[in-house]
């Protein structure tokens, strides 16, 4: 069968060059999936169908994005043909639907040392350089095989400015290391790929050790000891339950809420579209009924409320806020200093009930320590990075304030029998 398709010149003299460079020595010992295909394979050759699907070929054939699968039995047969034609280095099987290597393929070491004694490392180049650009510059002196551009150590986004040239044989490789080279204005500086490969594993050394710190930094940077987690026991008897008011909205008022921060925070809900005044005037209702039902409870010995906490708290230092909804059994207290938390935790400790007395609770306190404390203050940080994009209010809670969804997403329509109990997953000091 006589494939319909038809290539010019140019189009043959690239499948021919890209597809014996798959196979050359020059790119085997480093392409591990075609490496790996031809050594699976029985007899060492490659479906040419895969090879027409790699990304240079099909830019090629123009054959757009397509898999292997797609590959039309046309194409494949006019591909087939003009390697078997024109190429040297490669062979084509008799159904005309696989290609491969007409020698042995050497072995990995083998292979790269050979590779890396007839290549030279050139610089500098500009970041955006082309490949064929590299090619035809040195394809003036000597033949080449090859021509990679490495990424920058610190950026791969972006081109390191220095071209590793494989030439034909070592003996061009190391005549050209002896020119003076000129590209676009800029005198080249030539050396062996082995010098270039000194370099470049200290400078990702260094890299290495930079992100290191970075990271390291990044992991220990938040503070130390402010958190003190608690449990509300009942102080009459075992049970544990605390009394969970009927109909109570969600608390979320920051024990630091002021006359000035409500000026503030009022300025700051104001938005231009009617749907926006619509929603914020539903929101106020609701923060009127919110502190209504607190107001409800102040005087009932079985409802802790966060006022109650900061009562208790404040005694051992100041309380920057006060984790906690009104009705659950645990949450946490956030001290601006960690002089006050552990004065809270001394106390605790030292009472006949275990705990700091709170209406008809005794809280139980524990320290958040290591990996509890670091994912609390990664898990508050992500939520004020979250309110930040949304570039508006939070349903977290009021004053977009943090530290309520610790431990779980939370919403107001969800059941308190549904939330995790946050005091279990502190870690014990």
Same mark, same amino acid.
């Given at each position: ?250 608390? &979320? ?9 409500? $000026? /503030?925070? !009022? *300025?700051? %809900? @104001?938005? =231009? &579209? ?9 929101? $106020? /209702?609701? !923060? *009127?009924? %919110? @502190?209504? =039902? ?136």
């Amino acid at each position: 069968m006589v494939s319909t398709t038809q290539f010019d010149e140019e189009t043959v003299k690239k499948i021919i060059r890209q597809v014996e460079f798959y196979f050359s020595d020059s790119n085997l010992p480093r392409d591990n999936f075609l490496r790996t295909t031809i050594t699976e394979s029985e007899d060492g050759m490659v479906s040419l169908a895969l090879i027409c699907s790699f990304s240079r070929m099909r830019g090629h054939l123009g054959l757009g994005d397509i898999k292997s699968e797609d590959v039309s039995d046309d194409t494949v047969e006019a591909v087939a043909q003009t390697l078997k034609t024109n190429s040297t280095t490669l062979k084509i099987s008799d159904d005309g639907k696989k290609v491969g290597r007409t020698t042995e393929l050497l072995k990995p070491e083998e292979a790269i040392e050979q590779l890396d004694s007839r290549t030279v490392a050139a610089s500098p180049f500009e970041y955006d350089i082309k490949l064929e650009d590299v090619e035809s510059f040195f394809g003036q002196s000597a033949k080449v095989n090859s021509v990679r551009l490495p990424r920058h150590v610190a950026d791969k986004r972006v081109l390191c400015g220095t071209a590793l040239v494989e030439f034909a044989s070592e003996e061009e490789a190391t005549h050209i290391l002896t020119q003076s080279l000129v590209f676009r204005g800029a005198e080249l500086e030539l050396k062996p790929k082995k010098e270039f490969d000194e370099q470049r594993a200290k400078e990702e050394e260094v890299e290495n050790s930079r992100r290191d710190r970075k990271n390291a930094s990044q992991e220990e940077d938040y503070p130390k000891g402010l958190l003190v987690a608690f449990k509300l026991k009942s102080a009459s008897s075992e049970d544990d339950a605390v009394k969970k008011p009927e109909s109570v909205a969600e608390e &979320s008022v920051d024990v630091k809420a002021s006359a000035e921060n409500d $000026e /503030k925070n !009022t *300025e700051a %809900k @104001k938005v =231009s &579209s009617s749907e926006n005044e619509e929603e914020d005037d539903k929101n $106020e /209702k609701k !923060t *009127e009924i %919110k @502190k209504m =039902s607190a107001d409800m409870y102040k005087d009932d010995k079985d409802v802790v409320l966060r006022e109650d906490l900061k009562s208790v708290f404040q005694k051992f230092g100041t309380v920057k806020y006060i984790d906690f909804k009104m009705g659950e059994e645990s949450g946490y207290i956030r001290f601006e200093d960690a002089e006050g938390a552990r004065k809270a935790r001394t106390a605790a400790v030292l009472t006949e009930e275990g705990g700091l007395v709170v209406k008809n609770f005794v809280a139980v306190l524990d320290p958040v320590t290591g990996e509890a404390e670091k994912e609390y203050w990664n898990m508050l940080r992500s939520q004020e990075k979250s309110r930040g994009n949304k570039g508006n209010w939070s349903r977290g809670g009021k004053n977009n304030r943090g530290g309520r969804q610790f431990n779980g997403k939370h919403n107001r329509n969800s059941k308190d029998g549904n939330r995790p109990n946050k005091f279990q997953k502190v870690a014990a000091a």
